[in-house]
């Protein structure tokens, strides 16, 4: 039987580790909490599908036509086609396992309109898609369990991926409940550890996601992609602990953005867009945002009460409860705040990393959204990742390498030894917190060569302090070991960024506002002997 190591337990992790049990294969499932917790539960939208009663003049080549053109003509055709063509049998595969989607009268899915897609087609599940597909996947994952096909692990942290001659074996983690590193070899690794919010402080998303595990493998020889292409969601608002996200099914509901001059509503997208203005792709509306300059609002209330409760009863909850706005009567005060990254792991068709063995998929992973990703595609493309790497596990080829991991556990106790200490001028959460600062700074929605330099200076700094950071021994000890990795994809990302020398999709250059033939590629970046190497991969080297 085949060792499959999955670590990160969201929607992409729990796709791949019951489409890996489906074709008898053995799997040990890891994450620091148990997939209920994961980012993925937040997902209320939708997942997009053009199933078999889609709406007329709808199709599959439409769907992959949009993606590719949301994405700006820079991810895999072939990457896309084979995702949209997929998503009708997903559909299908989520409801024999018990997702309840939200139907029609005449029992056919329900369909709401996202944006930059030219027809309803994103299938949801009241307000809880997220958590629906996560429940109907963690059901089938038990049961595997209770075949001894799936065994699932909780409180550890990735530390480090076991890499011997190009080769991935394994990985250590911090196993928070015996405070001590612990090996887990395995035939094939999968990666699934999610976005990487946390580099940027207060997201829409989860902390849980906070880039470590790219940023280490990024150290160890994986290859990065696309890493500037960060999602501005144009919807939320601000609370005291996060970005709350208004769901772009609110726009897709009838919702118009306006902003106010001399006492008159300005609605700005339908004035420079049309009928569709409001649901132009993400990086549009939030640009559009920006450059207006002024208070923005998105009003629903003339939906009427009885519609917006049935529709979108998650946006009215959470307004009124973190806000005290009854949107049925009042307008939501809203804002673009980081919410996606289309960057991540480079992989290629088949998942496999530039290591042999070490797969990627779902948000850590870099492959179908190109400059920007369409609403709805991400929980498609984390389940339909998982299932084809698990066909890409079962099939490789590849000679494994016999590793108990012992080097490694070493390294890691010792590393983690000299980690305590609570004296530092350069405490974990200061660090953190300058970080975010530079980001959302440097990477906002409109860059220029002057502040991503600028952001590069003082990440690079922290980086050369690295080794006197210290965490607080109140702490897991994750936050102490996690830092440098994060700077370093912090770097990797502000890189990346200033070496695109164009304005595409998320990626929007003040100083160079066309988008140029010439750059119509993914940006790889590379770790050689601490040097940051970036090419453009015009040859194609991750669409094979
Ligand atoms: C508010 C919100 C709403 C969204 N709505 C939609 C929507 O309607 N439709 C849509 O298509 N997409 C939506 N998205 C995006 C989508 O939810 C995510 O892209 C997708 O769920 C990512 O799934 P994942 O499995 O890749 O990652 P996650 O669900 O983030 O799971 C990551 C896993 O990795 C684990 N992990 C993290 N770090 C480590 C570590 N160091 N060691 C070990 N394990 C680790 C985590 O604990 C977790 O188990 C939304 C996102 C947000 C934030």
Same mark, same amino acid.
């Given at each position: 039987m085949k060792r499959v190591l999955i670590i990160g337990s969201g929607i992409a992790g729990l796709s791949c580790a019951v489409s890996c049990a489906e074709k008898n294969m053995e799997v040990t499932l890891v994450s620091p909490f148990p997939s209920e917790r994961a980012q993925s539960v937040l997902a209320a939208g939708g997942i997009n599908a053009v199933t078999d009663r889609h709406e007329p003049g709808d199709s599959i080549a439409c769907h992959i036509e949009d993606t590719l053109n949301g994405g700006c003509h820079i991810a895999g055709k072939k990457a896309v086609t084979g995702l949209c063509e997929s998503a009708p049998d997903i559909i299908k595969w989520l409801e024999k396992l018990g997702t309840v989607f939200s139907t029609e009268p005449d029992g056919s899915v329900s369909k709401r309109a996202f944006g930059g897609q030219s027809y309803k087609r994103t299938c949801y599940c009241g307000a809880s898609t997220g958590k629906q597909i996560v429940t109907a996947l963690v059901m089938e994952a038990r049961r595997y369990e209770g075949m001894g096909r799936i065994k699932r692990r909780l409180w550890m942290d990735f530390y480090s991926a076991l890499i011997q001659d190009g080769v991935c074996c394994g990985a250590v983690f911090y196993n928070e409940a015996t405070c001590a590193p612990e090996a887990i070899t395995a035939d094939s690794v999968v990666i699934a550890t999610g976005g990487q919010n946390a580099l940027f402080g207060k997201t829409t998303g989860s902390t849980q996601c906070d880039g470590y595990v790219a940023g280490k493998l990024f150290t160890q020889g994986v290859e990065l992609k696309n890493l500037e292409f960060i999602q501005y969601h144009p919807t939320t608002i601000e609370t005291d602990q996060k970005r709350m996200l208004i769901s772009e099914a609110a726009r897709g509901e009838g919702g118009r953005l306006y902003y106010e001059e001399n006492g008159r509503r300005v609605y700005f997208m339908e004035d420079r867009f049309g009928e569709r203005g409001n649901l132009m792709p993400r990086d549009v509306v939030s640009r559009c945002m920006e450059e207006c300059g002024k208070d923005v609002y998105l009003d629903v209330s003339f939906l009427g009460r009885e519609r917006i409760l049935q529709r979108l009863p998650e946006v009215y909850e959470l307004c009124l409860k973190y806000r005290g706005i009854d949107i049925c009567e009042q307008s939501i005060p809203v804002s673009p705040s980081v919410h996606?990254?289309? $960057?991540g792991i480079a992989v290629k068709n088949n998942h496999e990393t530039n290591i042999k063995r070490l797969y990627a998929i779902g948000e850590c992973a870099s492959i179908y959204h190109g400059a920007n990703r369409l609403g709805g595609n991400s929980l498609l493309a984390a389940i339909y990742g998982g299932k084809v790497a698990a066909a890409s596990i079962e099939n490789n080829s590849a000679v494994g390498v016999d590793t108990d991991g012992a080097d490694e556990l070493a390294a890691a106790a010792q590393t983690l030894r000299a980690l305590k $200490?609570?004296?530092?001028?350069?405490?974990v959460k200061y660090v953190r917190d300058m970080l975010a600062e530079t980001m959302r700074e440097s990477l906002g929605i409109v860059r220029c060569a002057e502040k991503l330099q600028s952001g590069i200076d003082d990440v690079s700094f922290y980086l050369s302090v690295a080794d006197k950071i210290r965490y607080d021994s109140s702490e897991l000890a994750y936050f102490g070991y996690s830092v440098s990795a994060i700077l370093t994809l912090a770097k990797a990302t502000l890189i990346c960024a200033q070496s695109r020398q164009e304005s595409r999709g998320a990626h929007y250059r003040s100083d160079h506002p066309d988008t140029k033939d010439a750059c119509r590629a993914a940006t790889v970046i590379r770790y050689d002997n601490g040097e940051f190497r970036t090419y453009l991969d015009t040859e194609g080297k991750y669409e094979s």
């Open positions: 996606f990254f289309m $960057g $200490g609570t004296q530092s001028r350069y405490p």
